[in-house]
């Protein structure tokens, strides 16, 4: 899932000073699920900013949504025909980057703000908290890493071993909370009785497929046919 | 694989090397702007001393003079650099187009590094590259050196001549891994080896034993790192903060048991017993003495260690 974080309230009430009548739009999607977006902290950021505004002796109109996905059309439709007869001045979106880019694609005239700041592609290890495992980078490698990608959670994307930073387990770079992906690659190639697969060099890796090959897409052409 | 009998760059340091002295090497810390002056006055104090200077490349992810410019500037004086490169900063469009400009500058050796997070350095909201990482640029290189064609496979106008090397570190984990980490740079081009600082002696000649049995001595060249301590807290500050590096107790106490203004020459004497200690280690064919912001010690640390006069090939 796409995992993101609440932006410093202060930061989204900036945002919106100069707006009177305010749509906060939640996404049903990732980020209801990593507890930034959802209706529930649709509601709070919501009351917050009626609170906010209102100590500040301004009275903004500030209405709440949330929607399945902010990423496909069919859920964004209604919230864009909303936008357009209730006169609304402003949206803050609580979804993944994903989702304001495709609404600010379509808003015409209405300004759009994140509500949030898209960090990663992560999983829910443990209660309260999502670790990065994948960096998108289009041309995956794991299976000669035993399925642990060391290109998002080596710091350093190494893609031959460990660097001279790994320390009981540990990433130099922040003991406390990285792990060495290295380490772990290390021990569940152990496991597997697959250490020889560390043993090759992987050449220069193409980035072409990740984001520095310039803007991606990706098609279906079976879904044309239909 | 690097074959020993094959000349790399017919540098200084590969020439030592090859004709079996055992070699020494320093560092040489270009200045945190443009102070030329600065840096010829290090160099003053190490020429003569050591067979070549590692010139670091922003280490620490400190900003500094560009390891290629004071590379130059060593040549420029008359004493041999090992230029780092490292992977932090540069593409490898910027990578093979800093080697041929080192080339076309009389830089004949250069150590392949992934190099230090920039979190540790002075910019640390700075984006990273590492579009390669150490044992790539490696290869990249040599793959230059020997084949005549950049990483793409187009020929190069005018070939380089570099002796190679690579960093290895024996004290990082997970231990068994870091011999075939060695193996693997070796494949991947690397010369010569210089290692991390060592202090647990008994850890590194476990290392050198398993890697001499993969009979990896045979086709690389390993220098032993080591850096004196100038104080007792030096030692406890390395001990607890240098990921990597573990000094023993003994070492740390035997620091600590002279007095305050006696711990410096403790230091030097204890870097006098390793180079001693890691002379009689089989695999090992010199020295690298990273005495931080102590060139000035160089000389007589050489000296003391009956390793000079450096032998002139």
Redesign the interface.
Known sequence: MIVADPKPFLQVKGYLEDFQKILVVGCGTCTTVCLSGGEAEVQILASGLRIAFGKDGRKKTILEECIQRQCDLEFVEPVLSRVESENIDAVVSLACGVGVNFLADRLGKTPIFPGLDTTFYGANVEQGLWAEMCAGCGSCIIAHTGGICPVARC???????????????RC????ANIE?V??LI??RLKRLGR?ED??H?????D?STASDGGVRRSTREQLYDI | MSDKSVVKSGSNLERVLSSGHFAVTCECGPPKGADVELLEKKVALIKGCVDAANVTDNQTAVVRMSSIAASSILVKNGMEPVMQMVTRDRNRIAAQSDVFGASALGIRNMLCLTGDHQSFGNHPKSKNVFDLDSLQLLDVVRTIRDRGVVNSGDPVQGGIKMFLGAAANPFADPFEFRVIRLAKKIDAGADFIQTQCIYDMKRFRDFMKMACDMGLDKSCYILAGLTPLKSAGMAAYMNKNVSGITIPEEIIKRIKGAAKNEQAEEGIRLLLDQIQEVREIPGISGVHIMAIEWEDRVREITERAGLLPRPLL
Do not use: F, I, M, T
């Not at chain 1, 130099?172 to 003991?175: I, K, L, M, T």
């Open positions: 710091s350093k994307h190494l893609l031959n071993g460990p660097c001279g930073g790994s320390e009981k387990g130099e770079v922040d003991p060495c290295w380490q290390y021990d250490l560390l043993r060099l992987l050449p220069a890796k980035w």
